[in-house]
């Protein structure tokens, strides 16, 4: 009897540590799905015009990749972003390329592949900000994103100190 109930606890422990896992990545969608369709209300008080960019930076990258400024790997992993939204910014009309990465909690990784891939579009000419979203954000993750110039977005709320730092990335380029 005593092996039996050893048995099912270790079969009860592995159903919690998979339930886990299967819920964490359905909050982690949800909160992917929640950008995609609340984008043009979330970054509307800074973009005029908002839409859905998928399409004209996959055209974009496809004449980069093939006048050789980008490798395929470069091309697969922009478009893999959870989100490309563009826009022009209020005050100077100018027009931008969010490459957003949605979490529920935002980790290290949401965080430089923003940053990563704002970076290819930079370097094929677009205007590109790199903005990591989510609910929950490690003290050290927040840090990682103010250092890298990634914008801060909680609980669909746009963290002002971060868009200004990252807008004065893109007046560097």
Do not use: N
């Given at each position: 009897m005593y092996k039996r109930q050893q048995k099912g606890f270790a079969e009860a422990a592995a159903d919690r540590?998979?339930?886990?896992?299967?819920?964490?990545?359905?909050k982690g969608l949800s909160k992917e799905q929640y950008y995609r369709d609340r984008a043009a209300a979330i970054f509307g008080t800074l973009l005029a015009a908002g839409q859905d960019a998928t399409q004209r930076?996959?055209?974009?990258?496809?004449?980069?990749q093939e006048?050789?400024?980008?490798?395929?790997?470069?091309?697969?992993?922009?478009?893999?972003?959870?989100?490309?939204?563009?826009g022009k910014l209020w005050e100077t009309g100018e027009e931008v390329i969010l490459v957003l990465e949605a979490s529920w909690?935002?980790?290290?990784s949401d965080v430089k592949r923003a940053?990563?891939?704002a970076q290819v579009l930079r370097r094929t000419g677009l205007k590109a900000l790199p903005v990591a979203a989510g609910e929950e954000w490690p003290e050290q993750v927040e840090a990682l994103a103010r250092q890298k110039r990634v914008v801060i977005t909680r609980d669909g709320r746009v963290d002002d100190e971060?868009?200004?730092?990252?807008?004065?990335?893109?007046?560097?380029m």
């Open positions: 540590k998979a339930m886990r896992r299967d819920i964490s990545g359905l930076v996959a055209l974009h990258l496809r004449a980069a006048d050789g400024r980008l490798s395929a790997e470069e091309y697969k992993s922009v478009l893999d972003a959870d989100l490309l939204f563009s909690t935002v980790h290290e940053a990563q891939r971060s868009w200004q730092a990252a807008l004065a990335s893109l007046q560097s």
